[in-house]
Nanobody
């Protein structure tokens, strides 16, 4: 069974850090771009960051540049999103997804083949 499972969310004060993990089972990330998307209550889904697994190229939305980093562990078939200097506006459910569309480092959400159920990040002020 193909699965993406996120973990690492939680409640943190502004300025704090969290490390989110996205672990795949039933398939390998080779040949995929892995994206992190977030959705806050009452807001549209937002593309946060992506990594193209094979060549390591990355993308970040402007609002998280310099604060978030993305990395991968091929042996564990896992992608990590490190969230630093968190702000209340980062509060959202964070989902990871995988796409075989590799024309860009961070393909659109509608090209994603698999989605995780998400992990909640809450940043208090």
């Amino acid at each position: 069974e193909v699965q993406l499972v996120e973990s690492g969310g939680g409640l943190v004060q502004a300025g704090g850090s969290l490390r989110l993990s996205c672990a795949a089972s039933g398939f390998t990330f080779d040949g995929y771009a892995i994206g992190w998307f977030r959705q806050a209550p009452g807001k549209e889904r937002e593309k946060v960051s992506c990594i193209r697994f094979n060549d390591g190229s990355t993308y970040f939305v402007d609002s998280v540049k310099g604060r978030f980093t993305i990395s991968s562990d091929k042996a564990k078939n896992t992608v990590f999103l490190q969230l630093n200097s968190l702000k209340p506006e980062d509060t959202a459910v964070y989902h990871c997804a995988a796409s075989r569309t590799l024309a860009t480092t961070c393909p659109p959400y509608y090209t994603m083949d698999f989605w995780g159920k998400g992990t909640l990040v809450t940043v208090s002020s």
